[in-house]
């Protein structure tokens, strides 16, 4: 039985490896984004599409299970971790009105728009409060990977859009937390106490606070070339550094991208940055993609209907237009720039993990039906597909226009 489990994990992680990597060279010949192609992969191959007719000894052959799911968790522990290495935490701090800004109403927005929208479609208080908290969360991967792509990964917009996700990402937690103990209690909306949740969110933000503190004093004393000389050392305790940041963070409530985001910030400065750095992008270039195409995968469109794509119209409308101001506008203030700051509310669209968690926190509680749960469902695909394709379009009117003003600052940085 282990061993038929087993099989049946190894098929499916070459599967959508291959095809994530065949829709790759395809997007990159069409010049799309190859992010977009890699989650188009997956949704291609996935159980509920053609994965769904390849069926042997009574079984589909291929099925996300629960270590292809945990893969995938660890396909953006490692993106999150790259990420890390490109900002340093002086940037970090430098930034960090900014992006606490950015990333606190990239939280508030969504919740309060979202909160009022769907009580007004005759919700009750507490579905509207789960649907809100589904929109809070930002899906940092995917802008990082189109970042990436156009080498603008050092730019200012590209530094605040990391900067403002991982804040967003925090906040997000925290409001995850509470919503999910209010959905969990018998008292239900009646039983909100404010002093809990302020409470709960400080508690969250001390927590990332002390763990980015302790990964920038601790990591550069324990990985050095000094202490690490046998071939291989330095990479292995980095990624053993990383994931188990990411371990701790998860247990202490935090999302575990987040620990490993602060290893890799820790790292930036340090004299093994440029070995870590080229090791983590060749694992990268298998993560990363079988991230993307997991998550494409467990996109199921069989139970849509007329209501669900009118309430899906009216989600991602809601999603769309809260990121886009919620953090576009504050970001045009910091970056005093109309273009950049509106790449970073673009950057903010897609949603993640922490929506498809919280669409299943509403239905296991009973309080979101199962039209409810797909339109989430759908809301999170299609931010991420729309991301990469605008993020993607924007950087092409610069490149035809010939403004190099990012290229200019990205020297003066360098310098």
Same mark, same amino acid.
Not at 181 to 200: K, L, M, P, R, Y
Not at 233 to 254: C, H, N, P, R
Not at 316 to 321: C, E, F, N, Q
């Given at each position: 039985m282990?061993?038929?489990?087993?099989?049946?994990?190894i098929i499916?992680i070459?599967?959508?490896?291959?095809?994530?990597?065949l829709?790759?060279?395809?997007f990159?010949?069409?010049?799309l984004?190859?992010v977009?192609g890699e989650?188009?992969a997956?949704?291609?191959?996935?159980p509920?599409?053609?994965?769904?007719?390849f069926v042997?000894d009574?079984?589909?052959?291929?099925?996300i299970?629960?270590e292809i799911?945990i893969l995938g968790?660890?396909?953006?522990?490692?993106?999150?971790?790259?990420?890390?290495?490109?900002m340093?935490?002086?940037?970090?701090?430098k930034g960090?009105?900014a992006?606490?800004?950015?990333?606190?109403?990239?939280v508030?927005?969504p919740f309060?728009?979202?909160?009022?929208?769907?009580q007004?479609?005759g919700?009750?208080?507490?579905q509207?409060?789960?649907?809100a908290t589904a929109?809070t969360?930002t899906?940092?991967a995917?802008?990082?990977q189109v970042?990436?792509?156009f080498?603008?990964i050092?730019?200012?917009?590209?530094?605040?859009i990391?900067?403002?996700?991982?804040?967003?990402d925090?906040?997000?937690?925290?409001v995850?937390?509470?919503v999910s103990s209010?959905a969990?209690?018998d008292?239900?909306?009646?039983n909100i106490?404010?002093?809990?949740i302020?409470v709960?969110?400080l508690?969250?933000?001390?927590f990332?606070?002390i763990?980015?503190?302790v990964?920038v004093?601790?990591i550069?004393?324990?990985i050095t070339?000094?202490l690490?000389?046998a071939?291989g050392s330095?990479?292995?305790?980095?990624t053993?550094?990383?994931?188990?940041a990411?371990?701790?963070?998860?247990s202490?409530?935090l999302?575990?991208?987040?620990?490993?985001?602060?290893?890799?910030?820790?790292?930036?400065?340090?004299?093994v940055?440029?070995?870590v750095?080229n090791y983590?992008?060749?694992?990268?270039?298998?993560?990363?993609p079988?991230f993307?195409?997991?998550?494409g995968a467990?996109?199921?469109?069989r #139970?849509?209907d007329v209501n669900?794509?009118?309430? =899906?119209g009216?989600? %991602?409308a @809601? $999603?769309i237009?809260t990121?886009l101001?919620g953090c576009?506008l504050p970001?045009?203030?910091?970056?005093k720039?109309k273009?950049k700051?509106?790449?970073?509310g673009?950057g903010?669209?897609s949603r993640?993990e922490?929506?498809?968690i919280?669409?299943?926190v509403?239905?296991? #509680?009973g309080?979101?039906?199962?039209e409810?749960? =797909?339109?989430?469902v %759908?809301m @999170? $695909?299609?931010?991420?597909?729309?991301?990469?394709?605008?993020?993607?379009?924007?950087y092409r009117k610069e490149q035809?226009?010939?403004n190099?003003?990012?290229e200019?600052?990205e020297?003066?940085k360098?310098e």
């Amino acid at each position: 039985m282990v061993e038929a489990h087993l099989i049946e994990t190894i098929i499916g992680i070459g599967i959508l490896l291959f095809a994530a990597k065949l829709m790759a060279e395809l997007f990159l010949r069409l010049k799309l984004p190859i992010v977009l192609g890699e989650l188009l992969a997956g949704m291609i191959v996935g159980p509920f599409a053609l994965g769904g007719f390849f069926v042997v000894d009574g079984k589909q052959i291929l099925q996300i299970n629960d270590e292809i799911r945990i893969l995938g968790e660890m396909g953006a522990i490692v993106i999150l971790f790259m990420a890390g290495l490109e900002m340093t935490p002086k940037e970090f701090l430098k930034g960090g009105k900014a992006s606490f800004t950015v990333g606190t109403l990239g939280v508030v927005v969504p919740f309060f728009a979202g909160l009022v929208v769907f009580q007004i479609f005759g919700f009750d208080a507490l579905q509207s409060m789960l649907i809100a908290t589904a929109l809070t969360a930002t899906s940092i991967a995917i802008s990082i990977q189109v970042l990436s792509e156009f080498g603008k990964i050092k730019t200012p917009e590209a530094r605040l859009i990391i900067g403002a996700a991982v804040v967003d990402d925090i906040l997000a937690i925290a409001v995850l937390s509470v919503v999910s103990s209010i959905a969990g209690s018998d008292g239900g909306i009646g039983n909100i106490d404010i002093s809990e949740i302020i409470v709960t969110i400080l508690q969250v933000l001390g927590f990332f606070a002390i763990m980015l503190i302790v990964a920038v004093v601790v990591i550069p004393k324990i990985i050095t070339p000094k202490l690490w000389k046998a071939k291989g050392s330095v990479e292995g305790i980095a990624t053993a550094s990383f994931f188990g940041a990411a371990a701790l963070a998860g247990s202490i409530g935090l999302s575990p991208i987040v620990g490993a985001f602060a290893v890799g910030m820790a790292l930036s400065t340090t004299k093994v940055f440029e070995k870590v750095e080229n090791y983590i992008g060749k694992i990268g270039l298998i993560f990363a993609p079988l991230f993307f195409a997991i998550i494409g995968a467990q996109v199921d469109l069989r #139970a849509v209907d007329v209501n669900v794509m009118m309430l =899906s119209g009216v989600i %991602i409308a @809601v $999603a769309i237009v809260t990121k886009l101001f919620g953090c576009g506008l504050p970001a045009m203030m910091f970056l005093k720039s109309k273009k950049k700051g509106m790449r970073v509310g673009i950057g903010m669209i897609s949603r993640g993990e922490v929506g498809l968690i919280v669409a299943g926190v509403g239905v296991t #509680a009973g309080i979101l039906t199962s039209e409810v749960y =797909s339109t989430i469902v %759908i809301m @999170v $695909a299609v931010t991420t597909i729309i991301t990469p394709i605008w993020l993607k379009m924007e950087y092409r009117k610069e490149q035809k226009s010939g403004n190099t003003k990012s290229e200019t600052t990205e020297e003066e940085k360098l310098e």
